[in-house]
């Protein structure tokens, strides 16, 4: 599974040995798998501004995670006809070992081995100053990925457009692809060409009548120039001056007289526009793949970065000072198992907090002085990890 719980509980001598118990029953039973979570001790402050933190970082992880899921989604819109290679492009830098700096990691790796980037967010500056920081590169990188994603969306757009319009029938499509300098009578005071599309079971209708439809038609001047499931494109020439007799009689017969005039012109503009999009687009997708992925890299481990310093926080204002917890990361090994792995939890740790065990079995208890909704309060420190980036 692509999920975590990441909780605490105080370090002394008992809630350690309830912490062996619980990875006991969790590894017997085959619930979950359990790992340490190093976070590093921190400059506590006052209580009053763990409180504010509390609540700013509660705040800046919803922030982080919808940043990080934008981001996929856009790597997904980049990749268009590789998507099946997504996934390999969402990944966070290695560790902080040496040998693992260059590397590329995959998420879940990244989680179960998370080391605290010292050089980034140095611990021991005050806890303010290291949720400013975070929250200043994500909302850098927010901007940066609004600006990078409109550019290329907005070309997208376009090129979208463009092949949208040579991709409809003939009634509506651009005909700019199809038809040749050939096909027309260019440049005569007296003769025009038009273009009629005629329904495919009446190809042999139109043979036999074209020439009749109205006087001053020119004899032997169709042509088929193109074709759609439905019907063919076919030229005919014929005087000016009895073109609204001839749409007229066209329309009687079931042939319908697609306006269009030959512009050479204009048809070598939205060739080239066509050009220069793809070009375009083409010369934006590396650069703001590489971007995203970087990025993405940064905007997670910032994410994961944001939880271990919502675990510290909550936990020095649930277990009080001096600073004392031991933090563990839960992997549930399948969906149908996290209620009883659930109520592992809520039988071990139960002591530490009477009032939510009972809350967690009987939803109308009310925890005094506490706003949040009762599924989400234990008895112990509860964050929750989840990541199916792209559900």
């Known amino acids: 599974m692509s999920e975590f719980w990441l909780i605490s509980a105080p370090g002394d001598k008992e809630n350690l040995q309830a912490l062996e118990r619980m990875n006991t029953v969790t590894s017997k039973s085959n619930l979950s798998y359990n790992t340490k979570f190093a976070i590093p001790d921190f400059k ?66 990244f989680v179960t081995h998370f080391e605290w980037d010292m050089a980034k967010y140095p611990a021991k500056q005050p806890l303010v100053m290291v949720v400013d920081t975070l929250a200043k590169q994500l909302a850098q990188i927010e901007t940066d990925l609004k600006s990078r994603t409109a550019a290329y969306n907005t070309l997208k757009t376009n090129l979208e457009n463009l092949e949208k319009r040579s991709m409809g029938n003939l009634f509506t499509r651009t005909l700019s692809d199809i038809v040749s300098k050939e ?21 042999a209708q139109w043979q036999k009548t074209y020439e009749s439809l109205s006087d001053m038609v020119v004899p032997r001047s169709t042509k088929l120039i193109a074709e759609d499931n439905d019907g063919g494109l076919f030229t005919v020439t014929l005087f000016r001056k009895v073109i609204d007799d001839f749409k007229t009689k066209a329309r009687e017969n079931k042939f319908t007289v697609r306006e269009f ?18 070009s375009d687009k083409k010369q934006q997708y590396g650069p703001l793949l590489r971007w995203l992925k970087v990025n993405f890299s940064e905007a997670f481990i910032a994410w994961i970065h944001i939880k271990a310093l919502r675990v510290f926080v909550e936990s020095v204002l649930r277990y009080g000072l001096p600073v004392n917890f031991q933090a563990v990361l839960l ?14 939890l809520n039988s071990v740790f139960k002591h530490l907090d009477e009032v939510a065990a009972a809350s967690i079995l009987d939803a109308s208890v009310e925890i005094p002085g506490l706003q949040l909704n009762n599924q989400d309060y234990f008895p112990y420190v509860y964050f929750h990890i989840d990541l199916s980036l792209l559900d």
Not at 183 to 203: A, C, H, Q, R
Not at 261 to 278: F, G, N, P, S, V
Not at 335 to 344: A, G, I, N, P, Q
């Open 331 to 344: 992997q549930p090994h399948k969906k149908s198992s996290t209620k009883r792995l659930r109520e592992v």
């Open 183 to 203: 096909d027309f009578v260019l440049d005569s005071e007296y003769l025009i060409t038009l273009l009629v599309i005629v329904p495919k079971p009446n190809y």
């Open 261 to 278: 005039t030959y512009d050479e012109k204009e048809i070598k503009r939205e060739r080239e526009e066509m050009t220069r999009l793809l």
């Open 44 to 109: 506590v402050g006052t209580l009053d501004s763990l409180v504010g933190l509390s609540d700013e970082l509660g705040k800046l992880d919803t922030f982080a995670e919808s940043l990080i899921k934008r981001m996929a989604q856009s790597v997904v819109e980049v990749m268009e006809d590789a998507k099946g290679k997504v996934q390999e492009n969402l990944l966070a830098s290695g560790g902080l070992k040496e040998k693992m700096k260059c590397l590329k990691i995959d998420l879940t790796s």
